[in-house]
């Protein structure tokens, strides 16, 4: 369970996350939602200490992240950006085994080598597993990345924008992904996501943020309404049902 | 294992071995007299120039680890200016007599304190001060620089010529005129900085995925990196205090380590880097001294070499 008390935080004057409080159950997939500048990413970053806070508390699974060492911290929850930047030369392998660093402290044991291949396996780069990082695609450096974090085998997983730059067969490839990690790894996943609709078909929770605040966090059901969408996003937003899941329709 | 695993060992194994070529050349060609009185001059002589190597290429490897370059070099933090202007600024108050009467390992003591200091300052204010920004840290260490530059050529154009010429000589960098008497002390502190850094090697690599990855895996990062910029400002100090300012020495054999073992990770690249500086900087000497009786000309090679590197890097970062 992540519990956020009173968290703050300013850029200058202006706070971009304005006393949030919150809880997140763990187990399942729950997505951030919210207008640009709304603050999804900065509170990501605050949970998962990126950011220095200004007030406010974080408790991972009843660890403060103020008093926590970081290495411990780091095999409890896991943070996904999305600048993939690298400025060294990796080999898929060589990237995914970074993910055993907070567990063996860069001497793979056979035990965090066979995690390596499991988490490869997990998201089929079998066979880009001794490529170059630069010599793959977007959508294929992306699945890398992911594949980075799940070897690092947190129960938290923190990913911000995952979707971004991916086309639509990607996008839902990789929503399918998170789906699996939750139910078949059984970890808590995070996310921030600016398509509404992929947040419904695939969450269990939505957080909606406007303003640095928390606007609504809820289950999926309860968000999907037109009128708490169009109060998130000030426009008009219909939902229509389809195969129980909610759609957001907002193109007319 | 496939090759490109056993790639960096076997380019290990190649330079270890023309490092001990060199080496032995340096001590050995060209020898008369005593044998005694040559190993001893010789062997202070080749320890320097190791110790150098040493400093020189960990340095670099590591503030390009922190810094996420490939073309940034601790140098370009105003040390080469610092140190032109502390001896300038000796000279200009005191006279060119000053700087000869002052016993070296006083001048040495001085030299290593200000431009750790200096360091340690600007890297505490810029990055432990909650602003965190390595790149605006750079940028101030250039303005810095240039600051300081100007400050040496103002103070140089006021100055009596004759100073002003002896003091011109003692600025080039000289591989030549380590003093053996520094060497104990210099070992001292780059053992000690060395001792620091073995145990916190293992998150290099991780260091260099970025300041979030590394967070994200556990690393203390604002804890590290002032540590590891520590390291750097005493290993810098140490150099340039002995041979004077180099600037593209460090660029060379790093990226020629890059090139060579075409891994980047740290196990390699930093004993890569040291084994090419040591060659680069024992065998220079001994091809220059033995083959073709120049002398201090080296710096000014190897100088040249690093400048060509650094364009090279440059028109290649800009065209992708």
């Known amino acids: 369970m992540i519990v956020i008390e009173n968290l703050t935080k300013r850029h200058g004057s202006t706070p971009c996350v304005d006393g949030v409080n919150l809880t997140i159950a763990a187990g399942g997939v729950t997505s951030i939602i919210g207008p640009n500048g709304a603050g999804k990413s900065s509170l990501l970053s605050l949970i998962a200490r990126l950011m220095d806070k200004d007030s406010g508390r974080v408790q991972v699974d009843g660890l403060d992240i103020d008093t926590t060492r970081s290495e411990v911290l780091a095999r409890r929850l896991s943070i996904l950006r999305q600048d993939n930047h690298i400025s060294s030369r990796l080999t898929v392998r060589d990237l995914v085994g970074f993910g055993r660093y907070p567990w063996s402290q860069g001497r793979l044991t056979a035990q965090d080598r066979a995690k390596v291949e499991e988490a490869i396996g997990f998201l089929h780069l079998e066979d880009l597993a001794d490529r170059f990082l630069d010599e793959l695609s977007g959508g294929q450096r992306q699945r890398a990345h992911i594949s980075m974090v799940l070897c690092q085998d947190t129960d938290y997983v923190m990913l911000d924008e995952p979707l971004n730059n991916l086309d639509m067969k990607h996008a839902r490839n990789m929503m399918r992904l998170i789906r699996r990690a939750a139910d078949e790894l059984g970890k808590t996943v995070v996310l921030v996501l600016h398509d509404i609709n992929f947040a419904s078909w695939y969450s269990d929770h939505i957080v909606a943020m406007k303003a640095g605040r928390i606007v609504h966090a809820a289950p999926v059901a309860e968000i999907m309404q037109p009128d708490v969408l169009s109060s998130i996003y000030d426009m008009e937003i219909e939902v229509q049902e389809m195969d129980g899941k909610r759609i957001g329709l907002f193109y007319a | ?320």
């Open chain 2, 1 to 320: 294992m496939p090759l490109r695993e056993r790639r960096p060992a076997l380019v290990l194994v190649a330079l270890a071995i023309v490092a001990l070529i060199a080496a032995a050349a340096f001590m050995t060609l060209g020898a008369k007299g005593s044998w005694a009185f040559i190993l001893e001059y010789r062997g202070t002589k080749l320890l320097g120039l190791c110790l150098v190597a040493y400093s020189i290429a960990v340095s670099t490897v590591l503030f390009q680890t922190v810094t996420g370059n490939r073309i940034l070099t601790p140098s370009i933090m105003g040390f080469d200016a610092l140190f032109v202007l502390v001896r300038t600024v000796i000279v200009f108050f005191f006279g060119f007599g000053a700087l000869v009467a002052v016993p070296v390992k006083a001048q040495f003591g001085v030299e290593v304190v200000v431009m750790t200091g200096f360091a340690a300052l600007l890297f505490h204010w810029l990055f432990l001060r909650g602003h965190r920004s390595l790149h605006l840290m750079v940028l101030v260490g250039i303005v810095f620089g240039v600051l300081f530059r100007n400050l040496s050529g103002f103070m140089q154009r006021m100055m009596d010529p004759v100073a002003f010429q002896n003091l011109q000589d003692t600025l080039f960098a000289s591989f030549n005129r380590i003093d053996p008497t520094l060497l104990g002390v210099s070992f001292a502190l780059v053992l000690t900085a060395s001792l620091l850094m073995w145990r916190i090697a293992h998150s290099f690599d991780v260091l260099m995925l970025g300041r979030e990855r590394a967070i994200s895996l556990g690393v203390p990062y604002r804890r590290r990196v002032a540590m590891i910029l520590g390291i750097i400002a005493v290993l810098v100090a140490v150099s340039t205090a002995l041979v004077g300012p180099v600037t593209f020495f460090g660029l060379l054999v790093v990226s020629l380590a890059h090139v060579l073992c075409g891994d980047g990770r740290h196990r390699f690249i930093l004993p890569a880097s040291v084994l090419l500086g040591i060659i680069c900087l024992v065998g220079g000497q001994t091809v220059l001294e033995r083959v073709f009786a120049f002398d201090t000309a080296l710096s000014i090679i190897i100088e040249f070499l690093g400048g060509l590197i650094f364009i090279f890097l440059l028109i290649r970062g800009a065209a992708r």
